[in-house]
């Protein structure tokens, strides 16, 4: 499944010509994060409310693909325990830049020897609170990837951020409605897709469920040791722009290890540019 901008799904679909129409949601207008990950999780879970998916972001260069794997497996094997889990990078130095995750205590998960809960997401913090941080050894990088059940992030949403999650669940349910010749009822896609986008809520995931359901101990964390940079920071440098572009904004997994990309592409040219060839 692969959810991106109306603009570029026609680019989507030329990259990946084996991908069902009916697994390319395109989001007529932007509407951060909670809305494109919650329009993914909706149509899910109709499909298979167990489900698990990932949501990262496209302009952050990964470096150490093993340690990337692992901490990806270990949050699928979290996610099955009906957690929000997201993953936590080991912070190189005191950046202001970033949001921080306080580490809570450890979940005992088999196949995920090193998840915690999360204690505390913190904003983006002044010089002197990011040392303070880094001393501590107790926090994380906050970088925006989730992994979580279909069923248990429409249950947050519904919890949160109800009318959203009543407009998400209302495309849904217009995305998987077949016809009369049991075809894919397009113009009604259509229609309630253009009615009800334009009325949801724009907000993005960290502060429409995961920080409120941090407080009620249902958010975990996996702690992990590659090296993340955002190519939109100033620190980014030109090697790091070169080697992180990713476009799709998801791709499911269906009760499997797998991978949803977040992304929010710079241009169509940058696409063409960085073409990315995807495996199974």
């Known amino acids: 499944m692969v959810v991106t901008g109306s603009v570029h799904a026609s680019s989507v679909q030329e990259q990946l010509p084996d991908l069902l129409g009916n697994n390319l949601l395109a989001e007529p207008s932007p509407k951060e994060s909670a809305a494109a990950i919650g329009l993914a999780a909706a149509v899910l879970v109709r499909r298979d409310p167990e489900a698990i998916l990932g949501s990262f972001a496209a302009d952050h260069m990964i470096s150490g693909t093993e340690a990337f794997s692992s901490a990806v497996i270990e949050a699928v094997c979290t996610a099955r325990e009906d957690y929000l889990v997201t993953i936590g990078i080991a912070p190189s130095g005191p950046a202001t830049g970033?949001?921080?995750?306080?580490?809570g205590r450890k979940l005992g998960i088999e196949g995920a020897p090193n998840a915690r809960l999360v204690s505390q997401f913190k904003e983006k913090?002044?010089?002197k609170?990011?040392?303070g941080y880094l001393?501590?050894?107790?926090?994380?990088?906050?970088a925006g990837m989730f992994v979580v059940k279909a069923r248990v992030l429409m249950e947050l949403l519904t919890e949160h951020e109800p009318s959203l999650a009543k407009g998400l669940e209302t495309i849904a349910e217009a995305w998987e409605l077949e016809s009369e010749n049991?075809?894919?009822?397009?113009?009604?896609r259509k229609q309630v897709l253009g009615d009800v986008w334009g009325n949801l809520k724009k907000i993005a995931i960290d502060n429409a469920i995961a920080e409120p359901a941090a407080l009620k101990g249902?958010?975990?964390v996996v702690p992990a040791t590659f090296g993340?940079?955002?190519?939109?920071?100033?620190?980014a440098t030109t090697d790091d722009l070169k080697l992180s572009f990713l476009y799709f904004l998801f791709l499911t997994l269906c009760k499997q290890v797998?991978?949803?990309?977040?992304?929010?592409?710079?241009?169509?040219?940058?696409?063409?540019?960085?073409?990315?060839?995807?495996?199974?």
């Open 258 to 280: 797998g991978m949803i990309l977040e992304t929010s592409p710079p241009s169509p040219i940058s696409y063409q540019k960085n073409r990315t060839k995807w495996r199974s």
């Open 182 to 188: 049991g075809q894919t009822d397009l113009e009604t």
């Open 125 to 127: 913090p002044d010089a």
């Open 228 to 235: 993340e940079c955002d190519v939109h920071h100033p620190l």
């Open 218 to 220: 249902r958010v975990a």
């Open 129 to 131: 609170t990011a040392a």
């Open 98 to 103: 970033f949001g921080y995750i306080r580490l």
């Open 135 to 142: 001393q501590s050894g107790n926090y994380r990088w906050n």
